[in-house]
């Protein structure tokens, strides 16, 4: 893989912010282009940077992660959306709003690198099948 996975993170306490931007900066194959704790500017930064991952906590400010999924798949219709959370009670929800994929908290480094390059991989497989 020669171009970076380009990221964005969303969480409303940036509590997890830099233990998140340590990670990817420790793998040069992985680019934080972005860190919000608000839903609106958050999706205006995706659709500006249209990265292969957002990352993001179940609770948004300013809307629900299940209205700032379908925002992004709406704008952003090749980003995969991962959602980091302490627990799964919004796992079916999230699922149905086109959030597919979960990452635990607190950020373990080889399981986030591994999940962000896994999923990054299934999007640019995805457009790869959109360009045939």
Not at 69 to 94: D, N, R, V
């Amino acid at each position: 893989m020669t171009d970076k996975i380009t990221i964005v993170h969303l969480d409303e306490w940036g509590y997890y912010s830099q233990q998140l931007k340590e990670i990817i900066d420790s793998d040069p194959s992985l680019e934080l282009v972005g860190q919000f704790t608000e839903g609106q500017p958050a999706i205006l930064g995706c659709v500006k940077s249209q990265p292969d991952i957002v990352l993001i906590a179940p609770d948004i400010i300013d809307m629900t992660a299940c209205e700032f999924a379908k925002a992004i798949q709406q704008f952003c219709p090749t980003t995969q959306i991962i959602m980091s959370s302490w627990g799964s009670e919004l796992m079916q929800e999230t699922l149905l709003a086109g959030i597919r994929y979960y990452l635990p908290l607190p950020f373990e480094k080889q399981q986030t690198i591994d999940t962000i390059k896994t999923v990054a991989q299934i999007k640019r497989n995805d457009s790869d099948l959109l360009k045939d």
